[in-house]
């Protein structure tokens, strides 16, 4: 009796000393092949700022769709990872839609703060219904709220598409909400003004986005040559100035600024026209106008840094919708056709600013930009397909030729860049030159003082919002016309990012996540072997079990 009692105290204790060792020591293990559940470095490091509590409140709650369940057991386990390396982070999954209340009225509010809501279809019992779901999460941390998408919205993709794009994202979405949450601004943008460029109603979308990580400032460019040595004191001050399609010329006095904020390291990012076409000139000049080159004196400055923005005009194959009204009044009709002047360039994922976005970028009137060989490091991030023409001008652009069966011997000048990034330890555009500023406080510098970088996109247009009818800002990449989404504020927001990013977040976007799926087709054409494995099998090896057990107990009270 001793005996038995002291094997069951053992046990007990064995089982005590267990329970208080997982108390104090815990780990887990990645299993997986693509490492989705294992935090980048970047992440980990990002989130040891957590000195206090940070919540993260998750709205993809209640009733959701089979494919957006998904999405949610994989936010809910990338959120445990995030939580198990910082016991701060706490998080949960909230009904947005509490009982007796409106869901227009919750997906109202939850627009207004800036979280749009999906709607999609549910069947239940036969029956289908349309629902809001709302794909969002919320990061709280010292009164400061950061909203941050749950879903990666694509172009014609299905919803298991569009859920494996989503999760891929998960990671890139939530350490870019806790770095916004965790850290205060500190990088400066200057918007460049004075040079004609794009009004403020028209980049308004893109800075509000920015604006919630970088300071945002309007720069007078054009004051330097009033108070040279103010302005290029005041200049030196950002970290990134952006040049949103300038369409009037630059002085050297402004170029030689822009050259010592980059001597300086400053990074840049250029929107640049070189040919002046408009669609709008097309409506009011019953379907004619002539692109002409845009001087904007800057070919040298590119030039010493390895580039040639050429005033041609790029047509593409692979192009987005123009809409065309006929009749009048109740009787007019939109057609959509292809606009070979709107190129759609998907991204060759050879960069992490052009990895995982998932909507083709449109350009407008793009030109095309030459690589030349220096000793900086270039990188093409952005091309036009195969199936591209080039066009030289002055050239009348007309908007019969929409309707006109395009020749494919035409379309055979390949790939043309459009956007390129250049980075390394630059040489001054005006070294061995006469300066076109004397007797400066600051003085000239022949090369940078260390790395830095520029992107020089061959479209203005690539940053420019819509309009909606009250003329407020639409999302950048959104075509009120066609109601089409693209990618190009993703693009640039990944660019400035890069451009700004001192902790790598940019290169989360490089994981490479994959959903397994289930072939169907293989499922159908081995179903007998499937049943066997799945059914079969465990009642053998139970049957064997019950065999050996009977057995070994007929022998043992056989004694």
Sequence with gaps: MIKSNSKYLFFAAIVLIVLILSQSFNFRLDLTADGRYTLSETSKKIIAKAQDQVVVDVFLSGNVPDAFQKLQIETRQLLEEYASHNANIKFAFVNPVPDGVSPEQIAQDFNNRGMRPEQVQLRDNGKVSQEFIFPWALVSYKGKSIPVPLLKKSLGAAPDQLVSRSVQNLEYAFSNGFYKALNPKSKRIAVLKGNGELDDKYIADFFKTLRERYFIAPFPLDSIAQTPDTVLTALNKFDLVVAAKPTKAFSDAEKYALDQFIMHGGKSLFLLDQVAMETDSLYLRDGMALATARQLNLDDFFFKYGLRINPVLIEDLYAAPLVLASGEAANSQYTQLPWFY??????????????????????????????LNTDLQQTVLLQSSV??????????????????????????????????????????????????????????????????????????????????????????????????????????????????????????RSKSINLPALDIQKISNDRATWQALTIGLPLVLLAVFALIYTALRRRKYRV
């Design 342 to 371: 709107y190129p759609l360039v998907t991204p060759a994922e050879n960069h992490p600013i052009n990895t995982n976005i998932d909507n083709p970028i449109a350009f407008e009137y793009a030109n095309q930009i030459d690589v």
């Design 387 to 508: 199936l591209s023409k080039v066009n030289g001008v002055p050239a009348p652009v007309s908007l019969e030729s929409i309707t006109t069966e395009p020749s494919p011997d035409q379309y055979a000048a390949g790939a043309q860049n459009l956007a390129v990034l250049v980075e390394g330890k630059f040489t001054s555009a005006f070294k061995n030159r006469i300066l076109p500023l004397e007797n400066l406080r600051e003085p000239f510098r022949e090369s940078a003082i260390k790395n830095t970088a520029m992107i020089v996109v061959a479209d203005g247009d690539l940053i420019k919002n819509d309009l909606d009818q009250n003329g407020r800002p639409l999302e950048l990449g959104f075509d009120k016309f066609t109601f089409k989404e693209y990618g190009n504020k993703e693009f640039l927001l990944n660019a400035v990012n890069y451009l700004l990013d001192d902790n790598g977040l940019i290169n989360i």
